[in-house]
Nanobody
């Protein structure tokens, strides 16, 4: 079992920045990768970014490349999402996820709302 708790969401103006944090607990050693997905009202959940916990390799969704950066702090069992140059279309609930090494199962946090508006 893995528990994920997101924080850092809120209201920001277009062009602004936010940093999301995801703290993991439980069976940490069994996690292979962590990441962020988002879901806007009326839309499907989409990939934002992922990071392999051991090697640090990252992937990004096309809509956030060059604006968002995912990173991890292994000692703190925490993953971050630095979001810069935010746009109104980035408004969504952002979910943290962890993928398990052997089963491939994904665990999900409850989400944190990011609203980009003037």
């Amino acid at each position: 079992q893995v528990q994920l708790v997101e924080s850092g969401g809120g209201l920001v103006q277009p062009g602004g920045s936010l940093r999301l944090t995801c703290a993991a607990s439980g069976s940490i050693s069994s996690i292979n990768a962590m990441g962020w997905y988002r879901q806007a009202p009326g839309k499907e959940r989409e990939l934002v970014a992922t990071i392999i916990t051991s090697g640090g390799s990252t992937t990004y969704g096309d809509s956030v490349k060059a604006r968002f950066t995912i990173s991890r702090d292994i000692a703190k069992n925490t993953v971050y999402l630095q979001m810069n140059s935010l746009k109104p279309e980035d408004t969504a609930v952002y979910y943290c996820t962890a993928r398990m090494k052997y089963s491939g199962r994904h665990y999900w946090g409850k989400g944190t709302l990011v609203t980009v508006s003037s």
